[in-house]
T-cell receptor
Framework: DAGVIQSPRHEVTEMGQEVTLRCKPI?????LFWYRQTMMRGLELLIY????????DSGMPEDRFSAKMPNASFSTLKIQPSEPRDSAVYFC????????????FGPGTRLTVT | AQTVTQSQPEMSVQEAETVTLSCTYD???????LFWYKQPPSRQMILVIR??????QNATENRFSVNFQKAAKSFSLKISDSQLGDAAMYFC?????????????FGKGTKLTVNP
């Protein structure tokens, strides 16, 4: 398996623009997670899905952020409109089952909003 | 809410030596899981080692081992025979085993430098 795939790897956009980050989880994994990493706040869970259904979105910072998982092999994280404080590395991760199981992370998308 | 604290922002070690990274956590739960993840400069997060709280025996994975002290809520990572490839950010993480929350709570990380 190719692992968790994220695109794009880097994104530079201007304030006010819409940004869409994409993730393909490992085939067969039931859970998908979106994280944000910044120097100030570290790694934060934004939202996670189980079988394509959002379970916990309490980490989503505000209404400008939305995430979808239309099927088991694809998820998006959208920011509209983007702001400079959204600049961060966004990770997608997936896992087969929870509890003790490992979360497999993608390579991340570095987002810069100018 | 659970919190994870890594009190050492940076650590350094000589190649072939041993280093210990500290992690403490705060929880009122008795059943949970603990993890150490490594993030090299490539940014890819990689699981290093994990521990189930109900197991008293400390987990080991080759050169990596943990010292799990449940009463003290401490979960330190020991790296033996350090190699240049061990240089990375190391994150300690907590996950509850009860209540249906599958959230991984991460510490702020420790940057490990390995000197040749």
């Amino acid at each position: 398996d190719a692992g968790v795939i994220q695109s794009p790897r880097h994104e530079v956009t201007e304030m006010g623009q819409e940004v869409t980050l994409r993730c393909k989880p490992i085939s067969g994994h039931d859970y998908l997670f979106w994280y944000r990493q910044t120097m100030m706040r570290g790694l934060e869970l934004l939202i996670y899905f189980n079988n394509n259904v959002p379970i916990d979105d309490s980490g989503m910072p505000e209404d400008r952020f939305s995430a979808k998982m239309p099927n088991a092999s694809f998820s998006t994280l959208k920011i509209q409109p983007s702001e400079p404080r959204d600049s961060a590395v966004y990770f997608c991760a997936s896992s087969l089952i929870l509890g003790y199981s490992e979360q497999y992370f993608g390579p991340g998308t570095r987002l810069t909003v100018t | 809410a659970q919190t994870v604290t890594q009190s050492q922002p940076e650590m350094s070690v000589q190649e072939a030596e041993t280093v210990t990274l500290s992690c403490t956590y705060d929880t009122s739960e008795s059943d949970y899981y603990l993890f150490w993840y490594k993030q090299p400069p490539s940014r890819q997060m990689i699981l290093v080692i994990r521990q189930e709280a109900y197991k008293q025996q400390n987990a080991t994975e080759n050169r990596f081992s943990v010292n799990f002290q449940k009463a003290a809520k401490s979960f330190s990572l020991k790296i033996s025979d350090s190699q240049l490839g061990d240089a990375a950010m190391y994150f300690c993480a907590y996950r509850s085993a009860t209540g249906g929350s599958e959230k991984l709570v991460f510490g702020k990380g420790t940057k490990l430098t390995v000197n040749p």
